[in-house]
């Protein structure tokens, strides 16, 4: 089967088996290997990439059901050279340890963000369930949202 998408704006096709799932095209076939496959299950997160706006874990959405879709991988949220505000704040609070939850965190954060400009605590906690990391605690996590948070309210 044939299936075109548009990953991080780019239309790409596909002769790939429908059943195969995004993040194997991701990492084997377009070599984005941002996205981390972990569990395979959906429970862990670290392959979460945006489908048509909304933070979907990639390992359980069949190629063949994503025809025409648009797919925004994290190295699709910002160029390399220029970290997206989720990321540097991930620096700057020293958030990252082993890196395999890093990218679907910062995918699903970032979704967080534009959607909510100024979340509470609890709504960055709501935000992470789908999310687990295994080195650090989350605060600094939240603490790191919530500073990106805090630029936002201040007035330009």
């Known amino acids: 089967m044939t299936v075109e998408l548009t990953i991080n704006g780019e239309v790409r096709e596909f002769a790939v088996d429908p059943r195969k799932p995004l993040i194997d095209v ?5 070599r984005l290997t941002g996205a981390k496959s972990v ?12 489908i048509d706006g909304e933070p979907v ?3 359980l959405r069949p190629v063949g059901l994503l025809e025409g879709r648009e797919i925004v991988t994290i190295e699709g949220l ?3 050279e220029t970290p997206n505000p ?4 991930f620096l700057d609070h020293d958030v990252v340890q082993c890196g395999m939850c890093f990218p679907g965190m910062v995918v699903t954060l970032t979704h967080l963000l534009d959607a909510n400009p100024t979340p509470t605590r609890d709504d960055v906690k709501a935000a992470l369930v789908g ?4 080195c650090t605690g989350y605060e600094r996590i939240i603490d ?6 805090e630029v936002r309210k201040v007035p330009a």
């Open 26 to 30: 991701l990492r084997d076939d377009c």
């Open 39 to 50: 569990c395979r299950e959906g429970f862990c997160g670290a392959c979460t990439v945006h």
């Open 57 to 59: 874990p990639s390992c």
């Open 78 to 80: 910002a160029p390399f």
């Open 86 to 89: 989720v990321q540097e704040a």
């Open 131 to 134: 999310n687990i990391c295994r």
């Open 144 to 149: 790191a949202v919530m500073s990106v948070g």
